[in-house]
């Protein structure tokens, strides 16, 4: 091993390390899209008093719990692993800049999974308003945990005042902070929008598929729209600054 950096043939650690992230990443971000598609849908089905579109939810649900706490979970290992095995040096840097961030992080995520399984094991035997208070409170520990990343993630690719100050929050509250937030909270609405018609065709009552198919619609469009928008902000941060003459 070429401390502190693992150079392989063929396929360098650099496609190993996109391999497994790229597939985290969609899944995180169906995660934090999901938190809030779920007490969407819950709501409208209690406010319509809709058993079939209830029924859905909870289908969804246990799909979503699926998909993000085990196939999520592995690849999130995944990518600890395979950082720390290519760029072991790199990883420990990370690590002890954002120490802080990090641990926080983590809390939101434990939080995150308490909330998840409590709202899916007692989706029947639960109160309803308690039930939609654990819903909501998901939805906002998964996007906490994405605020704390994106400013991680965002401080790798635009450092800003960090390089010279070595200041927490310059590196935290980087230049694409603010964009890319909003890129990625839009991006996590856009695909579980995706996901609603992936479940939703499973819904026998004709007309109840019909409704989620078309609220499915909006959860897509509108957000592709909105991050597109968010999009051209993060770009900014890339473009060269111009000399003075």
Same mark, same amino acid.
């Given at each position: ?25 969609? #899944? +995180? ?12 849908? $819950? ?11 209830? $029924?859905?939810? *909870? *289908? =969804?649900?246990?799909?979503? &719990? ?25 990883? /420990? /840097? &990370? #690590? ?25 094991? *007692? ?18 520990? +998964? ?8 400013? #991680? ?37 856009? #695909? ?8 939703? =065709? ?8 019909? *409704? ?17 928008? /968010? ?13 003075? +003459?």
């Amino acid at each position: 091993m070429e401390y502190p950096i693992w150079q392989l043939t063929t396929f360098g650690g650099g496609f190993f390390i996109a391999l497994v992230s790229v597939i985290h990443v969609f #899944i +995180a971000h169906f995660a934090v899209g999901g938190g809030l598609f779920l007490p969407y849908f $819950e709501t409208m089905a209690a406010r319509e008093n809709s058993p079939a579109l209830l $029924e859905y939810v *909870k *289908k =969804h649900t246990r799909f979503f &719990l699926l998909l993000t706490m085990v196939l999520g979970g592995m690849t999130g290992v995944g990518i600890w692993y395979t950082i720390s095995v290519i760029a072991p040096d790199a990883t /420990s /840097s &990370l #690590i002890h800049t954002f120490v802080f961030a990090w641990a926080t992080e983590w809390v939101f995520f434990l939080a995150e999974i308490i909330a998840l399984l409590i709202y899916y094991y *007692k989706f029947d035997s639960m109160n309803r308003r308690d039930h939609l208070i654990v819903g909501w409170l998901y939805f906002a520990f +998964a996007w906490l945990s994405l605020f704390l990343i994106n400013g #991680i993630i965002g401080y790798m690719l635009t450092p800003g005042g960090w390089l010279e100050t070595r200041d927490f929050w310059q590196g935290f509250f980087n230049p694409s902070f603010w964009p890319s937030l909003f890129f990625r909270t839009f991006m996590a609405f856009m #695909i579980a929008g995706l996901f609603g018609f992936l479940t939703a =065709h499973r819904i026998m009552d004709e007309a109840v598929r019909e *409704k989620v198919y078309r609220a499915c619609a909006r959860w897509t469009v509108v957000p592709v729209v909105l991050a597109l928008l /968010s999009a051209g902000g993060i770009s900014r941060c890339f473009r060269p600054k111009r000399l003075n +003459a």
